[in-house]
Each structure stands twice: as structure tokens, then as C-alpha cells.
């Protein structure tokens, strides 16, 4: 069965930095592009980062370019949102998803989310 | 990027009626769009993906169509389980932009 445990989250003040993890089961990350997508309170989704199956390829959304990097570690199953300089507008619910099939980026299964609040 | 225009931001149906929800994409994205339903305080959930593909487990009553710019996502006869938020989803290129949402109401 595949499962996400996203975990990491909490309450930063801005300008800090907090570092995200998502550990999977039933299915190998290397195998499979992952993304990170976020919800702020009461708002719509927004995709933020994204790997590529191989690896070898990042992506993140303007809003967070420079600033929040996504990483893997393939012995430990689990993929990484590593966010500096934080802003109040990143105070959001942070999923972990995975994509459909390896050579496809669209998200089929999601984590439960972890909360990350950016406050003074 | 790509931006995704959704309409109506609300609907408010009855149980049986026929939903549609319209995605618009700011440039061509071929069929590179997928739906997903989100109830509150938990993950969303694939519908269809590749434009008109349903997701493995997902009720016939849902589908898909459209090609280009233009998107539909229609529920041909609405059951109590479906009133939630609907999205839609552009990966045609990165940013894999969503659309702002269709929250589909009990009237």
C-alpha cells in the first residue's frame, strides 16, 4: 500500500528556516517524480516544488525560487522541502504527493500534510 | 506560466442534477490537465487525468473532456459524496499551475 508521512512542520519566525520530510512506503521515490504542494488557510492549492523521477532534475514555482529547494534521499525512501528565508505568505499546509506512473508528473497519491505557521 | 482560470468559483446544485465545471488555460496545454476533488481538511484526490482519463476507483459518473485551452470537468448526476472543492491542473510544463477552485454546494 503506498503511503506519505510528511512531517517537519511547525511554527518558524520569518526569516527562519525549516526543513520537511516525506517518508514513503509501497513504492520507491527513485522511481517516480515527487512534488510538494501547498494550501493556505482557507485558500486553493498551489504546486511549489517538484524532482524528476531520475533525479537529476528540480523545479520550483517562482514564489519560492532561491529560497525552498526539494531533495531525496533514496536509502532512507524519503524526499526533502528544505525552506530559508520564510515569509508570513508561507504559512500553508504542506502535501507531499507522487506521481501517477514514472514518466508522468501528474500526483496521484498525497500525504496527510504537515502545517508549517511563519510568525514573530 | 501557465495560468488556470476555473468558473464558477461556487456552484450550488441538488442531489441528481448535472454539474459541469469549466477550466480555462492561458495558452495551449494539448491534454496535459487533470481534476481533483478536495473535501475539507484532507488531501485531494485524483479524478482524471491526460484531460478525459478517469483515475482507477473513481464513479463513471465523472468525466472529462476538452483539448487546448478549453476544459470540462462533468458529473452527470450529483450524489451527496461529491459536494467538495474541485481543481484543476496543468502539467503540460513546469510550474505545474492549478486553477483557483470550484466549490460545488448543497442548494
Known amino acids: 500500500e503506498v503511503q506519505l508521512l510528511e512531517s517537519g512542520g511547525g511554527l518558524v519566525q520569518p526569516g527562519g528556516s525549516l526543513r520537511l520530510s516525506c517518508a514513503a512506503s509501497g513504492f520507491t521515490v527513485s522511481s517516480y517524480a515527487m512534488s510538494w504542494v501547498r494550501q493556505a488557510p482557507g485558500k486553493g492549492l498551489e504546486w511549489v516544488s517538484g524532482?524528476?523521477?531520475?533525479?537529476?532534475?528540480?523545479y520550483h514555482a517562482d514564489s519560492v525560487k532561491g529560497r525552498f529547494s526539494i531533495s531525496r534521499d533514496n536509502s532512507k525512501n524519503t524526499v526533502y522541502l528544505q525552506m530559508n528565508s520564510l515569509r508570513a505568505e508561507d504559512t500553508a499546509v504542506y502535501y507531499c504527493?507522487?506521481?501517477?506512473?514514472?514518466?508522468?508528473?501528474?500526483?496521484?497519491?498525497w500525504g496527510q500534510g504537515t502545517l508549517v505557521t511563519v510568525s514573530s | 506560466d501557465i495560468q488556470m482560470t476555473q468558473s464558477p468559483s461556487t456552484l450550488s446544485a441538488s442531489v441528481g442534477d448535472r454539474v459541469t465545471i469549466t477550466c480555462r488555460a492561458s495558452?495551449?496545454?494539448?491534454?496535459?490537465l487533470a481534476w481533483y476533488q478536495q473535501k475539507p481538511g484532507k488531501a485531494p484526490k485524483l479524478l482524471i487525468y491526460?484531460?478525459?482519463s478517469l483515475e482507477s476507483g473513481v464513479p463513471s459518473r465523472f468525466s472529462g473532456s476538452g483539448s487546448g485551452t478549453e476544459f470540462t470537468l462533468t458529473i452527470s448526476s450529483l450524489q451527496p459524496d461529491d459536494f467538495a472543492t474541485y481543481y484543476c491542473?496543468?502539467?503540460?510544463?513546469?510550474?505545474?499551475?492549478f486553477g483557483g477552485g470550484t466549490k460545488v454546494e448543497i442548494k
Open positions: 491542473q496543468q502539467y503540460n510544463s513546469y510550474s505545474l499551475t
Open positions: 524532482i524528476s523521477g531520475s533525479g537529476s532534475s528540480t
Open positions: 491526460k484531460a478525459s
Open positions: 504527493a507522487k506521481s501517477r506512473v514514472p514518466t508522468t508528473v501528474v500526483t496521484d497519491y
Open positions: 495558452q495551449s496545454i494539448s491534454n496535459w
